[in-house]
């Protein structure tokens, strides 16, 4: 082997312990078994933060890491689900509504429907955006 320990430095959260398995798989037949692999947390790029992280290194938690597997897979059963379900039920609606016959699915999904609803609302924000003119009758002082 070309190195003797494996030290993960991935996000300090759930998804970078999932990547950190698969990481693992990755390279398992240069690693047998998990003695020398390790997982650094931190939350900062920063000397103080990156040092800490080394001196106190960790262990992968295959725990979390299946935390993000299973809500994986209930992401794309409810999302095929219920993607099924608004395509049955509304297809025929949207595409006479929005004119657009070459409509053929109304796809959800967990992560992409709160998204759509943030650029909604930003987007309406910025239609109903009035500049206006900010005055004064006190001169902005600095003391520098």
Not at 113 to 128: G, M, S, W, Y
Request: charge should be negative.
């Amino acid at each position: 082997a070309e190195c003797d320990y494996l030290v993960l430095w991935l996000d300090c959260d759930r998804e970078g312990e999932n990547i950190a398995f698969e990481v693992i798989s990755v390279v398992r037949d240069f690693f047998p078994n998990e003695d020398n692999i390790y997982r650094a947390h931190f939350s900062a790029l920063t000397q103080k933060e990156i040092t800490r992280a080394w001196q106190r290194l960790g262990r992968p938690n295959v725990n979390l890491s299946m935390c993000v597997d299973a809500r994986q897979e209930l992401d794309l059963k409810i999302g095929v689900a219920f993607t099924r379900y608004l395509t049955r039920e509304f297809r025929d609606k949207a595409q006479q509504r929005f004119q657009d016959w070459e409509l053929r699915v109304i796809s959800y999904g967990p992560c992409q429907t709160p998204t759509l609803h943030f650029c909604v609302q930003r987007h309406d924000e910025i239609k109903a955006f009035v500049p206006r003119t900010e005055t004064s009758r006190y001169p902005a002082t600095f003391d520098l």
